[in-house]
């Protein structure tokens, strides 16, 4: 795995729009909105509300992680950026959740040996990992070794359809188009995935589905000055991404597929 991953596809926005961490962060939350309400309902539903066991695999900085220490759940973070795990370990400093996140540099074909003193691991998250790896289904085959029986895989993934959407908007017609041949989108270190080649992958490695969300259907498309100039534009457009989180009709307008699936 490599020490960076790319960013998901960028859909344009308005160029003028306002710049500052304000605008950032409002985006930032709708984009997020959707994975997180779904984290937070299956760590909230765990036997007796017990603090979990969890891998964030490709963790990075915490931008989760950090959210489910916060909770009260133990977080281990597998990265290969020490750069990334700097930044992990001083935002867990600032959260007051230092104690219950642990940072350990490596990736996928380290993972066992990274995880060798956990007794049991209950939550694996595994977003925006699974794009960029040689081979998904070996990936994910390592990710149900280290989950016990019973135990949830979160899997946030690029969708295929959307990039075609993107580069159309972008005024890329040609790249568009030449997107449309699925070879070119489920081979080398970009991939992405449709739902169902998702959970045809997971149930070949051991895993149940049991839900699946699209993710930033709308807060790619929209332009930044248009949510900042409607009143209660920013909390909206999270409860419209909500809304349709659960609506299998717009998966394929989503920049992401996420899914949490059970391991057999």
């Keep these: 795995m490599p020490d960076q991953r790319p960013a998901p596809d960028q859909r344009p926005s308005d160029p003028a729009s306002p710049p500052g961490a304000a605008v950032r962060h409002r985006r930032s939350a709708a984009r997020t909105a959707v994975v997180w309400d779904a984290l937070r309902g299956l760590l909230e539903g765990l036997d007796g509300g017990r603090p979990a066991s969890v891998v964030d695999i490709g963790g990075g900085t915490g931008g989760f992680a950090v959210r489910v220490a916060e909770l009260g759940h133990r977080v281990v973070v ?16 600032e959260s007051g959740v230092a104690e219950l996140v642990t940072a ?12 060798a003193d956990l007794a049991s691991v209950d939550v694996v998250l595994c977003h925006g990992v699974l794009e960029i790896v040689e081979d998904p289904t070996a990936a994910l085959d390592t990710l149900a070794g280290v989950l016990r029986p019973g135990g949830t895989l979160s899997l946030l993934v690029n969708q295929r359809h959307a990039a075609v959407v993107t580069r159309a908007m972008a005024g890329h017609f040609t790249q568009a188009r030449s997107l449309l041949d699925a070879a070119a989108l489920t081979a080398g270190p970009n991939r992405r995935f449709t739902a169902d080649e998702v959970a045809e992958v997971l149930d070949r490695t051991g895993f149940d589905t049991r839900s699946t969300h699209a993710v930033r259907v709308f807060v790619d498309l929209v332009p930044s000055s248009l ?37 057999r």
Aim: without cysteine; negative net charge; hydrophobic residues 45%.
């Design 78 to 93: 597998v990265d290969p950026s020490p750069d990334a795990l700097a930044i992990l370990g001083r935002r867990a400093e």
């Design 104 to 115: 350990r540099q490596g990736d996928l074909a380290s993972l066992p040996g990274l995880l």
């Design 227 to 263: 949510v900042d100039l409607e009143p209660g534009g920013a909390q909206a457009l999270v409860e419209l991404e909500r809304a349709v989180a659960d609506r299998p009709e717009y998966l394929a307008l989503a920049t992401q597929v996420h899914t949490l699936a059970t391991r």
